[in-house]
């Protein structure tokens, strides 16, 4: 049924949520830019920029590098992860769940158990 | 000591693992410490099921779950992620084997959604839950894969990131 991914991905979602961290990666994957420059062209503050390419460089959508005085911004690693990557986090999700539904076979146990001496009275 | 590397019974806690057994097909088993009859009821029973499928961790939210667990019924869960839009998963019970065997599709996705089976074998008071889910094509397996998503799930929210990121290369 329903399967999903873990924090990374929310980091990845939250990062996309935003009009201006989209026009952001548009705009990196024509060219490589610098946060003056990308602030510059979006209208906004340093800071404000700065603070936006944060979130993608935490989500790895993006990569800076700072040569002297100017730090530069590129798309980040491939987001692509590996196969033993994904089936391991894969796998996490499976144990979380599997945690919750070993706590839900419990109650029934026990249950079980209570109704089991109530009829034996 | 042995006591100590074996672990003891009770404290240990059952290994969940997974891995891709084929070009198609991945495989996720675990044993649940209880008799199989009532872990295919907490798997097919809506006010059962609502209470361990998403883990606090996830960050999701279960807005609705209906469940017509019989062969040809549909199941349709809605979550929502944070503020984004609810999501919707669905299919079909295919096949419906109190408590040994449990199948559905996975439709979101469109045709290229993996089919589900679960079986439930017990073991001594426990039950060793084996899942896989067995994709229509190894490209299918590989897609899910590069994409992040698994199962289905999160396919659209996947389309939308993949179009992203198709429009960036």
Redesign the interface.
């Known amino acids: 049924?329903?399967?999903?991914?873990?924090a990374r991905?929310?980091a990845?979602?939250?990062a996309?949520?935003d009009g201006t961290r989209?026009g952001v990666?548009?705009q990196?994957?024509r060219v490589d830019a610098s946060i003056t420059e990308l602030a510059e062209r979006f209208d906004m503050t340093l800071t404000g920029m700065k603070k936006h390419v944060g979130i993608l460089e935490e989500a790895g959508l993006v990569t800076t590098e700072k040569v002297g005085r100017v730090r530069t911004c590129r798309?980040g690693p491939r987001?692509?992860?590996d196969?033993t990557a994904?089936?391991?986090r894969?796998?996490r999700?499976?144990?979380?769940?599997?945690?919750?539904?070993?706590?839900?076979?419990?109650q029934?146990?026990r249950k079980?158990r209570g109704n089991g001496r109530k009829d034996r009275r | 000591m042995d006591a100590r590397t074996a672990g003891e019974p009770t404290t240990m806690k059952n290994r969940t693992t997974s891995e891709r057994k084929s070009a198609r097909e991945l495989i996720v088993t675990r044993t649940i410490n209880g008799p199989a009859r009532i872990v295919f009821e907490a798997w097919t029973k809506p006010e059962l099921f609502k209470q361990w499928w998403v883990p606090k961790s996830l960050g999701l939210t279960l807005l609705s779950c209906d469940m017509d667990v019989r062969p040809g019924g549909k199941y349709k869960l809605v979550f929502k992620h944070g503020g984004s839009e609810p999501m919707a998963f669905y299919g079909r019970y295919t096949e419906v084997t109190p408590p040994s065997r449990l199948v559905w599709t996975n439709e979101e996705g469109g045709e290229d959604g993996p089919v589900t089976t679960v079986t439930f074998e017990e073991q001594g008071g426990k039950t060793l839950v084996v899942l896989t889910d067995l994709y229509p094509s190894k490209e299918a397996l590989d897609a899910a894969i590069a994409s992040g998503s698994t199962s289905g799930g999160m396919n659209e929210t996947f389309e939308q990131l993949e179009a992203l990121v198709g429009t960036l290369k």
């Open positions: 049924m329903v399967q999903y991914t873990h991905l929310d990845s979602f939250a996309l949520s989209r990666l548009e990196l994957g798309l987001r692509l992860e196969e994904w089936i391991e894969y796998r999700l499976w144990d979380a769940r599997f945690d919750e539904l070993e706590k839900v076979v419990e029934l146990k079980e």
